[in-house]
T-cell receptor, first 109, second 111 residues
């Protein structure tokens, strides 16, 4: 099956810093999503981005499907950005999402 | 409100008991999913259903059972055969290969 690798596994930042999270995948996909899991466990949709670039406030994402990776950018980080960020992909002709192991982000005040 | 609801939020079970976790959605989505998450880990797929009265095993289906009698509902039963059921359980729904949305989760603890 498809492999989804996220890096780094852990990231600690000071408030106001910028960061880039990476997601590599091993096969062609027709759907890629980024999620943020908050401290209460809720998974929040950030982006549906099978290709191209999208921006939402301080967050933006870019997927280069031909090179099989996606990047999530967080600018001017805030303590509320803390949590786990998951990348998940839906393979072409598949019927389910496959998740990476996540990046644990801690933003200190 | 539109969305996915899960109940209960917290559930305690004695060893040897079966328990059923509820998942309801009013998003008119065809597909529904159950995931398990252990502390510090990612999400693992238990079961999924792409249409009413049909469902498929995921990666860790042993010790679990599901039903899909209605489009809106996809309950998960954790049976006594599940050796280590203490975990966080998340339900999700999606419209085919489109954006997947998650419920708030149920934390199950075996006493």
């Amino acid at each position: 099956g498809i492999q989804v690798e996220q890096s780094p596994p852990d990231l600690i930042l000071q408030e106001g810093a910028n960061s880039t999270l990476r997601c590599n995948f091993s096969d062609s996909v027709n759907n890629l999503q980024w999620f943020h899991q908050n401290p209460w466990g809720q998974l929040i949709n950030l982006f549906y981005i099978p290709s191209g670039t999208k921006q939402n406030g301080r967050l933006s994402a870019t997927t280069v499907a031909t090179e099989r990776y996606s990047l999530l950018y967080i600018s001017s980080s805030q303590t509320t950005d803390s949590g786990v960020y998951f990348c998940a992909v839906w393979v072409t002709s598949g019927s389910r999402l496959t998740f990476g192991e996540g990046t644990q982000l801690t933003v200190n005040p | 409100d539109g969305g996915i609801t899960q109940s209960p939020k917290y559930l305690f079970r004695k060893e040897g008991q079966n328990v059923t976790l509820s998942c309801e959605q009013n998003l008119n989505h065809d597909a529904m999913y159950w995931y398990r998450q252990d502390p510090g880990q990612g999400l693992r797929l238990i079961y999924y259903s792409q249409i009413v009265n049909d469902f498929q095993k995921g990666d860790i289906a042993e010790g679990y059972s599901v039903s899909r009698e209605k489009k809106e509902s996809f309950p998960l039963t954790v049976t006594s055969a599940q050796k280590n059921p203490t975990a966080f359980y998340l339900c999700a729904s999606a419209s085919k290969a489109d954006t997947q949305y998650f419920g708030p989760g149920t934390r199950l603890t075996v006493l």
